[in-house]
RNA sequence: GGGGGUAUAGCUCAGCUGGAUAGAGCAACGGCCUUCUAAGCCGUAGGUCGAGGGUUCGAGUCCUUCUGCCCCCGCCA
């Protein structure tokens, strides 16, 4: 519809331009909003406002001679000229309703598009390591990653999602030591407690279960506990996979699924670390200082160079990551977007200059990265700290088992991943039926009771026949409905495009609202066929966006509440 | 000190890549259930968009300075 509109308009500058009234040498872009008044028509262009100045005209005049050279169009009912010189296009009702049409037809394929052509992306979240449960900000980057997901499969690429973890570095080495402390029967309180150990109770669960021999089945990996406190290999073993398969749980209650694991070891076992250290250095960009090994990163806009091997041997996590996104570049993924937490800020350029540094046919700014800001999280009035080694943490699970799935991802992917968060535990639980995501859920439940009832009635709704009545749909409410649906494939464009999928969440929110607006005004199962065929097809149009919608935020549509 | 983010109603947040009179939820106040689900609707009240400068027809939105808050700045990950 933009485009046709904005077609139009290119031809009448044309027109304008050969009969001399416009300098020819200007080609602008035209741009076309929605509007947001109702009495400023559909849609607006500030064409005449941005030539103006070069045209050396007022804007309302040239606005004039714009409309008066504008082609006829059968979906343009009216032009006007507004405020300082917009030109208001008041869309043919028809045009209007053909939305509904197009939404009964494509079902849930409405809002969907072939943009990403079939180019596979890959999307890594969580990416937790294996040293305890998930917490809330581990689940905004589940919730917004998954969301980003759905949203690039909607638009037609060929996504896999990934999650990374070290299984194998110092963090995990301080794991095993704090299972095996209390598998000894220590606490973290007893002098001869880890320095760096795990403090959290949990610990002590997988102590018990690595004692009793328990098996665990994670979804990459799978051990028996061997029962000795003095096998720290076994222990480690052990408490990783019991680790993985708790945020196995978490993640499945979360709704949220990976295509694969991928291990930092593996890129030791495969030599790929090697490689890559190797190729930096035969590519001239690494010096050796205090013992240490450098990449000149600066070379590639970082702030100071980076160690990737240390004095003592071994290397920073620095290098497996930059070996990790070639292996990801060698997957033949020319898209890559990274969703972390923003206190991994800094890891970006690295990763990035490292990359450079390669030498190879990467882009500089490849991958993407959508980093979200912290989770806040407050209970009883007062922020509580997170820390995994105090072990004084809210984890996911706690919020999916209290507030519930729906709700707990609606509330971390509803708001911008550059917007800091508060999760307000006691809000959150004690008003739980306040929470934005059933009244979203309440339109859904409403539209599909009004078939139900239908049914009741002994009526009966057969879409082909609503369609030839969608004239009867006139009211302001419904212009107001009809015009926020036709909106809905360009925000989900919107936010795939741009790794925002908190604009799927502010959109449901108007469509809920201007249908609720609607329900309460207007009655469907009207006695009069031709009017009640109308509106049942407006409010199960309606009813698929949101579902469609839901969809893409993870959340569940329920038929009844 | 350097880098990134952020600042919008009492609170939590939107604001569609610069548009017309800045929006919603919660909290407050007043109405609406004999009628398709009241987890809803309608109305009232609430704002110098952190502060100053700049860019232009036009700024919450872009640039700049300052201030506050959050996060990073390790040969930890």
Redesign the pocket.
Known sequence: MKEQLSQLIQQALDTLVAAGELPGDSRPEI?I?????P???DL?S?IA??L??SAGKK?RDLAAMICAALPEAPFISKTEI?????I?FFLSSGSSQAVVQRILEQGGQYGCSDAGGGRRVQVEFVSA?PTGPLHVGHGRGAAVGDSICRLLAATGWSVASEFYY?DA???ISNLALSVQARCRGLGPEDPEWPEDGYRGDYIQDVASAYLAGERIDAEDRHVAGLGDPDDLDAIREFAVAYLRREQDLDLKAFAVHFDQYFL?SSLYDSGEVEATVARLIANGHTYE????LWLRTTAFGD??D??MR???G?????L?DVAYHFNKWQRGFERVINEQ???????V?RVRAGLQALETAIPEGWPDYV?H??V?VMRDGSEVKLSKRAGSYVTLRDLIDEVGCDATRYFLV???P?????F?ID?AMS????N?V??I??AH??A???Q???AEQGWDWVPQRSLAALERLQEDHEKALLKRLD?YP??VA?AA??S?P??IA?YL?EL??EF??W????????EEQELRDA?LALGEAVRQVIANGLQLLGVSA????
């Open positions: 741009n909003d929605r509007t947001r008044d009495s400023h028509g607006a500030n406002l941005t103006a100045r804007p507004a405020g300082p010189g917009f208001n390591n070290n570095g110092a963090q930092e200082q205090d013992g240490a702030d100071k980076r160690v240390k004095r003592e071994g290397y920073t996590y620095f497996p937490g923003a206190d991994h800020h800094s890891t350029t980093l800001q912290m806040t509803a708001r911008a550059s917007s800091q968060l508060t307000d809000l008003q739980s039926n306040d934005p059933y009244y859920q309440y439940a409403r599909c009771s009004m139900r009832k239908l909106q360009e925000v919107g495009a741009a925002e908190h604009t502010n929110r809920a609202g609720h607006s329900y309460n005004a207007h009655k469907v199962l009207v509106r329920p038929e009844t509440m």
